[in-house]
């Protein structure tokens, strides 16, 4: 029943509230309040509000830190650096003056409140998740800021509890949780009976100790080593050899509360190590993956509800209405204060850096809404000093700033939740206004000829990275038979290929048409398809062939990419695409002079991008400047790099260069066109001897007019065109083999 009533609250707080155009987050927080101890007391906060309300605040920051867009956090590292010490230090100034002067608080509780007034929970990340603006400049910035000043804050707490004789064991910042606030969002610091907390515990000094500092910088530092050099290590090698989607989600869970777990051993929120290693976890989990989409669909259906509905538990509104004038105006007083004080602060801070930064309004807008929560981390600084005893026998923190900072908690999460909506929406919907202007007359549409089930996981994938998720247009995944007398026998093969298939872009939350085509000849069945969808690429695999044929394009390969004028991507993909380190791309001479210059460069900057991986373009110097322009105005996040190859003949130095996790990219051209060359020739026999079994991509750019063979069902005839050279190769072959064999 406590889980059924649970799953109640969050199937329909959101309905009801897009009924009344409220963000559904304060809905949840309001349904806590109304159900909890505090309110009609329906659901006690047992166990499962403590597990899962602290799961979901991990797993918040978790997704803040893997859906971070890490080259543009790079770029913008002095931007976040700036507005986490703004929003850090005003509201800590204003709430300190404040405290002194109005609410007549000892300096030390003065400054305790002030840390709680300038740390933030990002409460309202799941909005700016629906409308996918994780990877925009100010949801980057504030979830950087988010951190640092949480960093800070907590330092300023470790120095306030070592002025005290009595203070909280150094080893763990954070206490365990008070009996009479059941603080399940809370990290409730170091297991106790923990061999390792213990060790800790004893070895690490007095907070009031030069020492403990250094002790403390030391922990830091080889926590974060060891998680940067150890976790992509294991990830890498786990994720090439298991493929199943339910260890590769376990394997990702147990390393955010690993994670997790030794942070808070070493001193510091949990929260951080939950970020951090998302951070780190970035690259290995593509936006476009079935695994992301499994990430985000456990987190925002149960975990992150959960922790909302125990924040709004923990909020006792009794106070405001009680029976004492003299207690009640004194709390309204006291919230009133925190509230606007507070919430002014941060807006100041997100301003003035909006302002000094020279950002739009609507990106302040998102900073404050993001930045102006407050939940986790305030219950936990008060529970600090809730644990502080002063000289008179009292405790640092009192009553009516312990009821204030928690109905503050409400007020706040509306507030932050209400603007994040707003300014997000408004940033959306410019952004889509600006890309549908810019993909105006746009005929994007992927084809994905699919037959060997090993590879067609990879294929779906690559397109999806390859399409433009704003233009809403889904995939195309086609399998073709032969119309023979295994027809029937193949076509039901085709249909359990093309499910799984359909399977996999669900998951990717992709849009994906299938079909199964009878066809006399394969190459003719896809060109048919191509023209009967209206489609503006195609996008297969490398033929999969043994070691006795010298036909590196296969059976139909070669008859599809000569009898279509349009984008044609062949790819051979040995190892997953998320251990892909880099992408190597071999840009031919005066190939800024193809139709389909700015369509191929535009797709492998969107699969780099959603990658996070680097590509480095090699050709003359004349098509790298248009490629790095290019670049610059519509992917400047994207981490390429330029290497100069004046003779395409480097195309052999090349390959010899490309490492095992990267992936070589060959732009080539049909026969007749600007950029072909007699090199290209030998292009099979080269890849063939001195790129065997390796990561792979070759693209046919887009062309203009009629294809060479107009392909009609009339005409349903397999046309191969070869070379001289390939002439004379096939038949040295032929003749060496029946040497041998007379032999």
């Known amino acids: ?88 230090l005003v509201p800590f100034v204003l709430m300190y003056i404040v405290s002194i002067e109005i609410l007549h608080y000892s300096p030390m509780a003065s400054l305790l409140l002030s840390c709680i007034m300038s740390t933030n929970t990002l409460i309202a990340y799941p909005i700016v998740t629906r409308y996918g603006l994780q990877r925009h400049q100010a949801s980057t910035i504030s979830v950087g800021a988010t951190m640092l000043s949480l960093l800070i804050s907590l330092i300023v707490i470790a120095a306030i509890a070592g002025s005290f004789q009595s203070a909280t064991p150094p080893s763990s910042i954070i206490p365990h949780p008070s009996p009479t606030i059941p603080a399940a969002t809370v990290p409730d610091g170091s297991p106790s009976g923990s061999i390792l907390a213990s060790l800790l515990s004893s070895i690490t000094p007095h907070p009031s100790s030069p020492l403990y500092w250094l002790f403390f910088a030391l922990k830091f530092i080889v926590y974060c080593v060891t998680l940067i050099y150890l976790i992509p290590i294991v990830t890498r090698w786990f994720l090439r050899r298991y493929s199943d989607s339910i260890m590769q989600f376990i394997f990702i869970l147990a390393t955010m509360f690993f994670s997790a777990a030794v942070c808070e051993l070493i001193g510091i929120e949990g929260i951080f190590g939950a970020f951090f290693s998302g951070l780190i976890l970035n690259r290995f989990i593509p936006t476009l993956s079935p695994l992301m989409n499994r990430i985000e669909f456990i987190g925002n259906a149960l975990f992150i509800p959960y922790f909302l509905i125990g924040v709004g538990m923990l909020i006792d509104l009794s106070p405001l209405f009680g029976n004492s004038p003299t207690g009640k105006v004194s709390l309204i007083f006291t919230v009133l204060v925190i509230v606007i004080i507070g919430t002014a602060g941060k807006a100041l801070a997100a301003y003035l850096a909006c302002i000094s930064l020279k950002l739009p309004w609507k990106d302040g807008h998102l900073m404050f809404g993001l930045t102006s929560a407050h939940a986790a981390a305030a219950i936990a600084i008060v529970m600090i000093g809730m644990r502080l005893p002063m000289p008179d026998g009292t405790f640092l923190i009192g009553d009516d700033t312990l009821n204030g900072v928690v109905i503050m908690i409400l007020f706040t999460c509306i507030i932050s939740t209400i603007v994040t909506d707003h300014a997000a929406r408004s940033i959306a919907l410019d952004d889509r206004e600006l890309i549908m202007r810019n993909n105006d007359g746009d005929d994007e549409k992927i084809l994905v000829p699919v037959k060997y089930p090993e590879t067609c996981h990879t294929l779906i994938t690559l397109a999806a990275m390859m399409r433009n998720p704003q233009l809403e247009r889904g995939l195309i995944a086609l399998n073709v038979v032969y119309d023979d007398t295994d027809a029937e026998q193949n076509q039901q093969r085709g249909r359990r290929l093309l499910d799984d298939v359909a399977k996999q872009a669900a998951d990717m939350d992709v849009k994906v048409q299938t079909q199964v085509r009878l066809a006399t000849n394969i190459g003719n069945g896809i060109k048919h398809a191509f023209r009967e969808f209206d489609c503006s690429e195609v996008i297969f695999g490398v033929h999969i062939h043994d070691n006795s044929s010298r ?70 110097v004349e098509s790298l400047e248009l490629i790095d322009r290019y670049v610059t105005a519509h992917h400047k996040s994207l981490r390429a790099e330029y290497i100069s190859m004046p003779k395409w003949h480097g195309v052999v130095d090349l390959m010899q260069q490309v490492q095992e996790d990267e992936m070589l990219v060959v732009i080539t051209a049909r026969q007749g066109t600007v950029s072909y060359k007699a090199a290209l020739e030998h292009l099979p026999e080269e890849l063939t001897e001195f790129y065997k079994g390796r990561n792979l991509m070759i693209i046919f750019p887009d062309q203009f007019g009629p294809a060479p063979d107009t392909i009609t069902f009339a005409t349903a005839q397999h046309k191969e065109q070869r070379s001289a050279y390939q002439e004379l190769i096939i038949l040295w072959h032929r003749l060496k083999r029946k040497w041998r064999s007379k032999k």
């Open 1 to 88: 029943m406590v889980f059924f009533t649970v799953l109640i609250i969050i199937l329909f707080a959101p309905i009801v509230m897009s009924k009344l155009r409220i963000p559904h987050i304060i809905g949840m927080v309001l349904a806590g309040v109304l159900i909890g101890p505090y309110g009609l007391n329906v659901l006690e906060r047992d166990a499962s509000f403590e597990l899962f309300g602290k799961v979901g605040l991990l797993y918040i920051m978790f997704l803040a830190g893997l859906e971070t867009d890490i080259q543009n956090l790079r770029q913008n590292i002095r931007k976040v650096g700036i507005f986490g010490l703004m929003t850090f």
């Open 551 to 620: 036909v590196f394009w296969g059976d139909f390969a070669q008859s599809v990419f000569n009898g279509l004028t349009r984008q044609i991507t062949i790819a051979r993909c040995v190892q997953p695409l998320s251990t892909l380190r880099a992408f190597h791309v071999a840009v031919p001479s005066r190939a800024e002079y193809e139709p389909g210059f700015h369509r191929w460069i535009e797709r492998l900057s969107r699969i780099a991008t959603a990658l996070q991986t680097r590509i480095v373009f090699h050709g003359r």
